[in-house]
């Protein structure tokens, strides 16, 4: 009973510091990944070297203090230290049945097979920890977990061929099993294809770990501090093999030393690997066997797994819970045939096992608490919008969704910003695609510029236009939750823009914003002032529309050549077209699909009462639609028709952002007197749908408007699209009908 105790502690141990080995190692490589996406938005043709950088200099720190950690061990807690921490010597009780022989051949191993047996050691541990590593960097985490629980059947395969023993039956039906439980227990709808790189990487991780695993295993010894410093020694030595080949990688990316925030993930991720490590082979390792070992490990992925779900990062599924069952069902063949045998190490095998299948079923239990609702599926990003005044994820803000559009939630629109609309336009309910863009916005925006502390903002809009004004507002607010703090802003069209006033330092990004459109030639003189001042700064462009070819949008080119100059230049755009235009002609940067800044306000609750029916707001510029003549309105239907009205309650605050605030609110105001909006501009469009106000949005010469409106909003109810006056006016008196 005491040594199930003990095995159930170690086995929770071995859970708990491996899954904040792995959280901390993730957290490292994410660092890095937002330096190694900025020549292209394919990953799979981008230059590795940043990332095989930090994926060395990762393993090297895991080894290097693994080794130290180790080598002073023994001698900070000594033997009773040791047998306190359950690193007891093997007795002959706990020892595999070895023949007398075998005992003879093991003490009198020859120095140049204890040398062999060194160097198998630390190059497997090396080389694996490297392939764990960066399969985390180069490829999807679920598909490297469901290659990772393949390492069973590797390591039954490694074991059987080195020691000659057949795999009993029942671990042959038990294995596959498992596996299969595994990969469904992973999956989710909407998987990328990833970087077949990172799923060999994956696949050569479980080989090379096996191996260790296997050589550690006929290494018997009657003193288990000879085994901490055999331990010691294959991290000293796997550490010398990595240091050669990290110098040369950081030879090629030598910035990557200077990264603001490397270094403590990866202390961490060290001292939680080491921790892992000496469990798992320096205890759990020594009461079963190699397979067992395996099963044990695979296990602890999945209790890793619940933990993440627990943490509210992933979202069960139905196939995930059935899963589950087949996990249970193969732990349970492989299990029971152990109770009829009477040898002690079969026993505990047994035991082992047996805790490690109730914990795995105690936490499902426990889960059937936790709602796996929408709310609930968080990204590091939703952690910023807790922080937030006004409406917020504490309130169920989605309707009844799909398990695909639910397991949606999960995916990474930094890495596949193609899939970023996918589900926006199935939301019906106005708050419901705010909130939506919300969470789009802080996942992206936080691996964009989540690691900065100050920021530059230029090409602020100061006219009447009240969409300009609340792209402002958005665009603080986003700055205002990630805690960036915005030193230097300046005006449209930067000629007032001073940047020498600006102190150049790496915690300063550099963002430029998304009013206007790209490709129109009265934007080209700020951007290209901008990127110009700053080329050791990584600059953002805020998320915009291209105008292109529209007259007069005809400067697409300049506008690539300007972005591709940059060696760190990251273009957001806010609906599809404008993002394959990007892909196309931007090859050099970073293009992502994030919803208007705009909608980073949130929903807008106000109650006024309306004056008008309807209210018919009518842009007269080079925009306009190019039918001027309204149609002929029912009787009895109020209708106010007008642009933007500069002098309409006009306030001006104590300084630039103030007034820019009170500016907006009037724009809210405006809307507010009317039941139903029609209108061809497209932010008093996007004020409707932030405060839930029935609209329709007429198409412009530019088709932004429909462009915006089929990639994020064509499924919400209170609004609609239209191309002409006469079917603007159609929709509007049904949504007044409706609504009014």
Same mark, same amino acid.
Request: glycine share 6%; aromatic share 10%.
């Given at each position: 009973?005491?040594?199930?105790?003990?095995?159930?502690?170690?086995?929770?141990?071995?859970?708990?510091?491996?899954?904040?080995?792995?959280?901390?190692?993730?957290?490292?490589?994410?660092?890095?990944?937002?330096?190694?996406?900025?020549?292209? /938005?394919?990953?799979?043709?981008?230059?590795?070297?940043?990332?095989?950088?930090?994926?060395?200099?990762?393993?090297?720190?895991?080894?290097?203090?693994?080794?130290?950690?180790?080598?002073?061990?023994?001698?900070?807690?000594?033997?009773?230290?040791?047998?306190?921490?359950?690193?007891?010597?093997?007795?002959?009780?706990?020892?595999?049945?070895?023949?007398?022989?075998?005992?003879?051949?093991?003490?009198?191993?020859?120095?140049?097979?204890?040398?062999?047996?060194?160097?198998?050691?630390?190059?497997?541990?090396?080389?694996?920890?490297?392939?764990?590593?960066?399969?985390?960097?180069?490829?999807?985490?679920?598909?490297?977990?469901?290659?990772?629980?393949?390492?069973?059947?590797?390591?039954?395969?490694?074991?059987?061929?080195?020691?000659?023993?057949?795999?009993?039956?029942?671990?042959?039906?038990?294995?596959?099993?498992?596996?299969?439980?595994?990969?469904?227990?992973?999956?989710?709808?909407?998987?990328?294809?990833?970087?077949?790189?990172?799923?060999?990487?994956?696949?050569?991780?479980?080989?090379?770990?096996?191996?260790?695993?296997?050589?550690?295993?006929?290494?018997?010894?009657?003193?288990?501090?000879?085994?901490?410093?055999?331990?010691?020694?294959?991290?000293?030595?796997?550490?010398?093999?990595?240091?050669?080949?990290?110098?040369?990688?950081?030879?090629?990316?030598?910035?990557?030393?200077?990264?603001?925030?490397?270094?403590?993930?990866?202390?961490?991720?060290?001292?939680?690997?080491?921790?892992?490590?000496?469990?798992?082979?320096?205890?759990?390792?020594?009461?079963?066997?190699?397979?067992?070992?395996?099963?044990?490990?695979?296990?602890?992925?999945?209790?890793?797994?619940?933990?993440?779900?627990?943490?509210?990062?992933?979202?069960?599924?139905?196939?995930?819970?059935?899963?589950?069952?087949?996990?249970?069902?193969?732990?349970?063949?492989?299990?029971?045939?152990?109770?009829?045998?009477?040898?002690?190490?079969?026993?505990?095998?047994?035991?082992?096992?047996?805790?490690?299948? /109730?914990?795995?079923?105690?936490?499902?239990?426990?889960?059937?608490?936790?709602?796996?609702?929408?709310?609930?599926?968080?990204?590091?990003?939703?952690?910023?919008?807790?922080?937030?005044?006004?409406?917020?994820?504490?309130?169920?803000?989605?309707?009844?969704?799909?398990?695909?559009?639910?397991?949606?939630?999960?995916?990474?629109?930094?890495?596949?910003?193609?899939?970023?609309?996918?589900?926006?336009?199935?939301?019906?309910?106005?708050?419901?695609?705010?909130?939506?863009?919300?969470?789009?916005?802080?996942?992206?925006?936080?691996?964009?510029?989540?690691?900065?502390?100050?920021?530059?903002?230029?090409?602020?809009?100061?006219?009447?236009?009240?969409?300009?004004?609340?792209?402002?507002?958005?665009?603080?607010?986003?700055?205002?939750?990630?805690?960036?703090?915005?030193?230097?802003?300046?005006?449209?069209?930067?000629?007032?823009?001073?940047?020498?006033?600006?102190?150049?330092?790496?915690?300063?990004?550099?963002?430029?914003?998304?009013?206007?459109?790209?490709?129109?030639?009265?934007?080209?003189?700020?951007?290209?002032?901008?990127?110009?001042?700053?080329?050791?700064?990584?600059?953002?462009?805020?998320?915009?529309?291209?105008?292109?070819?529209?007259?007069?949008?005809?400067?697409?080119?300049?506008?690539?050549?300007?972005?591709?100059?940059?060696?760190?230049?990251?273009?957001?755009?806010?609906?599809?077209?404008?993002?394959?235009?990007?892909?196309?002609?931007?090859?050099?940067?970073?293009?992502?699909?994030?919803?208007?800044?705009?909608?980073?306000?949130?929903?807008?609750?106000?109650?006024?009462?309306?004056?008008?029916?309807?209210?018919?707001?009518?842009?007269?510029?080079?925009?306009?639609?190019?039918?001027?003549?309204?149609?002929?309105?029912?009787?009895?239907?109020?209708?106010?028709?007008?642009?933007?009205?500069?002098?309409?309650?006009?306030?001006?605050?104590?300084?630039?952002?103030?007034?820019?605030?009170?500016?907006?609110?009037?724009?809210?105001?405006?809307?507010?007197?009317?039941?139903?909006?029609?209108?061809?501009?497209?932010?008093?469009?996007?004020?409707?749908?932030?405060?839930?106000?029935?609209?329709?949005?007429?198409?412009?010469?530019?088709?932004?408007?429909?462009?915006?409106?089929?990639?994020?909003?064509?499924?919400?109810?209170?609004?609609?699209?239209?191309?002409?006056?006469?079917?603007?006016?159609?929709?509007?008196?049904?949504?007044?009908?409706?609504?009014?």
């Amino acid at each position: 009973m005491a040594q199930m105790w003990k095995a159930s502690v170690a086995f929770l141990a071995w859970t708990f510091f491996s899954f904040y080995a792995h959280y901390y190692a993730r957290k490292t490589l994410r660092i890095v990944g937002s330096l190694r996406t900025d020549v292209t /938005s394919d990953i799979k043709t981008l230059p590795h070297h940043n990332v095989w950088c930090v994926v060395f200099i990762l393993t090297f720190c895991q080894v290097a203090i693994g080794s130290l950690i180790l080598t002073i061990l023994p001698h900070v807690i000594g033997k009773k230290g040791v047998a306190f921490l359950g690193l007891s010597s093997i007795t002959e009780r706990d020892q595999p049945n070895h023949t007398d022989s075998n005992k003879t051949s093991e003490s009198e191993e020859t120095p140049r097979r204890m040398a062999h047996t060194g160097l198998t050691l630390a190059t497997s541990h090396a080389f694996a920890t490297v392939c764990t590593n960066a399969s985390m960097a180069f490829t999807d985490p679920t598909s490297a977990f469901t290659i990772k629980a393949f390492e069973p059947i590797t390591t039954a395969v490694l074991s059987s061929l080195l020691s000659g023993n057949r795999l009993q039956a029942s671990t042959l039906i038990a294995l596959p099993l498992a596996v299969a439980g595994s990969i469904g227990f992973s999956w989710r709808p909407g998987i990328q294809n990833t970087d077949v790189l990172g799923l060999l990487l994956a696949l050569m991780s479980n080989i090379l770990f096996g191996l260790r695993n296997v050589t550690l295993k006929q290494m018997i010894y009657n003193n288990t501090l000879a085994r901490l410093r055999t331990l010691s020694t294959m991290s000293f030595h796997a550490a010398a093999i990595l240091t050669f080949i990290g110098l040369i990688q950081v030879y090629h990316a030598p910035m990557i030393l200077h990264v603001e925030g490397l270094r403590l993930p990866c202390i961490l991720s060290s001292l939680c690997h080491v921790t892992y490590t000496v469990i798992s082979t320096c205890i759990i390792l020594k009461y079963i066997s190699v397979v067992a070992h395996s099963m044990a490990n695979l296990m602890k992925r999945i209790l890793v797994a619940m933990f993440f779900f627990l943490i509210g990062q992933r979202v069960m599924l139905m196939l995930n819970w059935m899963s589950l069952v087949v996990i249970a069902t193969g732990l349970l063949i492989y299990i029971l045939p152990g109770f009829d045998k009477s040898k002690m190490c079969a026993d505990k095998q047994s035991m082992l096992l047996t805790l490690m299948a /109730s914990a795995l079923v105690l936490l499902t239990v426990y889960y059937q608490g936790y709602p796996t609702t929408l709310s609930n599926a968080r990204s590091e990003s939703m952690n910023y919008m807790g922080k937030e005044g006004g409406a917020s994820y504490s309130r169920q803000p989605y309707s009844v969704l799909t398990d695909e559009q639910r397991a949606f939630l999960d995916e990474d629109l930094y890495q596949h910003p193609e899939r970023a609309d996918f589900l926006s336009k199935k939301l019906s309910k106005a708050h419901e695609v705010v909130e939506e863009a919300k969470r789009i916005q802080m996942q992206v925006f936080t691996k964009v510029i989540g690691r900065y502390k100050k920021a530059v903002l230029a090409n602020v809009f100061t006219w009447v236009n009240k969409g300009d004004h609340f792209i402002t507002i958005g665009e603080r607010l986003l700055l205002q939750r990630m805690n960036i703090s915005l030193i230097y802003h300046c005006y449209y069209p930067g000629r007032d823009c001073d940047f020498s006033k600006v102190p150049r330092t790496d915690d300063l990004v550099v963002l430029i914003q998304g009013a206007g459109y790209i490709a129109h030639p009265a934007h080209i003189y700020v951007v290209n002032k901008t990127i110009n001042a700053f080329p050791n700064n990584r600059v953002v462009m805020f998320p915009t529309s291209i105008c292109y070819p529209t007259p007069p949008c005809t400067k697409l080119a300049e506008f690539a050549q300007i972005y591709g100059s940059h060696a760190d230049c990251t273009v957001m755009l806010r609906d599809r077209p404008s993002y394959e235009l990007a892909k196309k002609f931007f090859k050099r940067n970073k293009n992502l699909l994030v919803p208007d800044s705009a909608f980073a306000a949130g929903p807008i609750n106000i109650n006024i009462l309306p004056s008008y029916d309807i209210i018919w707001i009518k842009r007269n510029d080079w925009e306009a639609p190019g039918f001027d003549k309204p149609p002929t309105f029912p009787p009895g239907v109020t209708v106010y028709i007008s642009d933007w009205d500069d002098s309409w309650m006009k306030q001006k605050g104590k300084d630039f952002f103030e007034s820019h605030q009170l500016e907006s609110m009037s724009g809210v105001l405006y809307i507010s007197r009317a039941k139903v909006v029609i209108t061809d501009r497209l932010h008093a469009h996007l004020i409707c749908t932030l405060m839930g106000k029935p609209n329709v949005v007429v198409n412009s010469g530019t088709r932004k408007q429909g462009n915006y409106y089929y990639t994020w909003e064509k499924g919400i109810e209170t609004s609609a699209l239209a191309d002409t006056n006469e079917e603007a006016l159609q929709k509007a008196l049904v949504l007044l009908r409706k609504y009014g």
